[in-house]
């Protein structure tokens, strides 16, 4: 008898995930709040009615309730009820927000069609990086923002020019419809004015679909600190701090405000663990770039032992293991900006575990080389080493550039407007503008692109400057050089795989002439072995002797100072080179190079 009431007995159903998750029996509802004393869940679902839906408390201070009449669709809050009063909270792990002050949206990620699309980011080697933010990258209304479905209609344009993968800036629910989206009031909502998560879901299909992977920019360092119910989440705090979420001590403090996650809670760990994984796993992105770790490994980002963070370290080497374990090919990258060798060693050799960082040290160095209005104060061995620098042995452990978010604004400006204030459409920037792009696609390292740069975008970036287009058209040659110079790097053609390989020679730094010749290969030899010449001098030489790695004729792949991406370019030295006998620079055979002024010269061999 008691056997067959034990088969009677309706199964428990035990349901999982945090926020609202919708199930064919309803949607759960499940909210962390220790120091709530009872919690209710409020929506259009039930009128938003205080006592209709009451959570139970489950252990560890969650609260947790399956409501049967509610849907996708629904808008909703937590009513928490704490010593501090009765506390309408919006749900920290909410999909989707009306605005960052509104209601919560009850979303099902099971809903978006991704009609298979399968999809692979390319080894890490052959990537080539275009970083956007989305509300200024396409913009086609005045006095609107650009969004995920208007970025979707310029992959076109990024495929043709030969980019395989787009870093968006940050993209959750941020305070207003502009930002650059380094203050994240909602981390696990899409921002509603970019198209929500049906948004980012039909950019990162649509991006799959034209052979190219997303990485998404997250924040983890500092929350908001605006608009943000996180903040005092359920009343408790220390300090006049954030409370459960948040360290109520002296690690709370931030540049962005006393908002930094406490590192050292299991629940805030779990918080940002799961953020980290729905990404990968929920919108299929291809990999994390996480917005200054200095500031999660040290509470001052000064280095000093006394302000370490060993449970922010921790937790992020969790989260890069989980990624690499989950999904092997795809790449965290982390601006760390410290250069050290640390943050992409492998967690098992104690290091953070970042597939890449920001290399500080080729961008600063580089830009600093090709700004400087002296050609005498251009130090060639400094750029010889931002060229050289790599992290563990390995070349791609950095991605390197000219441009990004960061070094086009706060009180700089794009390459061209930093070398000549006011007039972009000038000789000299667009010569040294366009030596600084052939460095960051033929150096060792992962190169990245920011938006704009290839059609010669001006003045400063703004997230209320949209990118303008009509200047493709005007700059077209311009870039087209950026478009062949990434074909290049690419090995689009068969005949340049050494700029894809770990392998890097300085042939000759001559800081007289400001002349720099590096060899790139794989395994060597013809279609692999590439050499580049870079003149960072407004001189012109015609009979430049140097040595080559290998006799034959060097076929002549690319020349920045081709007449065809600049009415204003020179046209000299598009020939090919055939080698001579005769040691220099320690090789065996050399050549003899016209070497225009500002320009770089690739060459490579057939066989």
Wanted: glycine content about 8%.
């Amino acid at each position: 008898m008691e056997n067959l009431q034990t088969e009677e007995r309706p199964a428990i159903q035990h349901f999982e995930g945090m926020g609202a998750t919708c199930y064919p029996e309803g949607v759960f509802y499940r909210v962390w709040a220790p120091h709530a004393d009872g919690v209710m869940v409020v929506g259009s679902f039930n009128d938003w009615n205080q006592t209709a839906n009451p959570l139970k408390q489950e252990e560890n201070g969650f609260w947790g309730a399956l409501v049967e009449n509610s849907k996708e669709g629904d808008e909703y809050k937590f009513l928490l009820k704490t010593t501090s009063g009765d506390l309408y909270r919006n749900d920290p792990y909410s999909l989707k927000m009306t605005n960052s002050a509104g209601n919560c949206v009850v979303y099902n990620h099971a809903s978006f069609n991704w009609h298979n699309v399968s999809f692979q980011i390319p080894s890490w080697h052959e990537l080539v990086i275009y970083e956007l933010h989305v509300g200024t990258f396409h913009v086609k209304e005045n006095d609107h923002v650009g969004t995920l479905y208007t970025a979707i209609e310029k992959l076109d344009y990024l495929k043709d020019m030969g980019f395989n993968a787009v870093e968006l800036m940050p993209c959750s629910e941020f305070p207003g419809d502009r930002s650059w989206g380094y203050n994240p009031a909602n981390p696990f909502a899409i921002e509603s004015d970019y198209g929500g998560p049906d948004g980012l879901k039909a950019f990162v299909k649509a991006a799959h679909e034209a052979g190219i992977a997303v990485i998404l920019d997250v924040v983890y360092n500092h929350f908001g600190p605006s608009d943000l119910d996180l903040w005092q989440f359920d009343g408790w705090h220390e300090n006049d701090g954030g409370g459960i979420y948040f360290y109520n001590d002296w690690k709370s403090e931030t540049p962005w405000g006393s908002t930094r996650p406490d590192f050292g809670r299991r629940e805030v760990r779990q918080y940002i663990h799961d953020n980290a994984m729905m990404w990968i796993k929920d919108y299929r992105v291809d990999g994390l770039r996480m917005d200054m770790v200095p500031y999660i490994r040290n509470v001052k980002a000064d280095g000093n032992p006394g302000n370490d963070l060993p449970e922010g370290i921790s937790m992020i080497q969790g989260i890069n293991k989980a990624i690499s374990e989950c999904c092997p090919n795809c790449i965290t990258i982390a601006e760390d900006m410290h250069s050290l060798d640390f943050i992409t060693n492998d967690v098992e050799n104690g290091g953070m575990g970042y597939g890449s960082q920001w290399d500080a040290d080729f961008v600063h160095t580089i830009r600093d080389a090709i700004i400087k209005a002296d050609d005498q104060q251009r130090d060639m061995n400094a750029v010889v080493g931002a060229i050289m620098n790599r992290y563990n042995t390995d070349s791609f452990q950095r991605i390197i550039y000219t441009e990004s978010h960061d070094e086009v604004a706060n009180g700089q400006a794009r390459v061209a407007q930093e070398i000549a204030d006011g007039d972009v459409d000038n000789w000299f920037s667009k010569k040294r503008a366009a030596l600084g792009v052939a460095l960051v696609l033929t150096s060792p390292g992962i190169p990245m692109i920011f938006q704009g740069q290839p059609m010669l975008e001006d003045k400063w970036f703004s997230d209320s400057d949209p990118i303008d287009w009509t200047r493709l058209e005007k700059f077209s040659g311009f870039a087209s050089l950026h478009r062949d110079l990434i074909h290049i790097r690419r090995n689009w053609f068969g005949v340049t795989k050494g700029l894809q390989g770990q392998n890097t020679q300085i042939i000759r730094a001559d800081n007289d002439k400001k002349v720099i010749v590096m060899h790139r290969w794989d395994v060597g030899g013809p279609k692999d072995s590439v050499v580049v010449v870079f003149n960072f001098s407004i001189e012109a030489y015609s009979d430049y002797k140097v040595g080559f790695p290998r006799a034959g004729k060097w076929h002549l792949r690319f020349n920045s100072d081709n007449g065809n991406y600049d009415r204003e370019f020179s046209n000299l030295g598009i020939i090919d080179s055939e080698t001579m006998q005769g040691e220099l620079d320690n090789l065996t055979d050399h050549v003899t190079l016209t070497i225009p002024p500002y320009s770089a010269l690739v060459f490579s061999q057939e066989d």
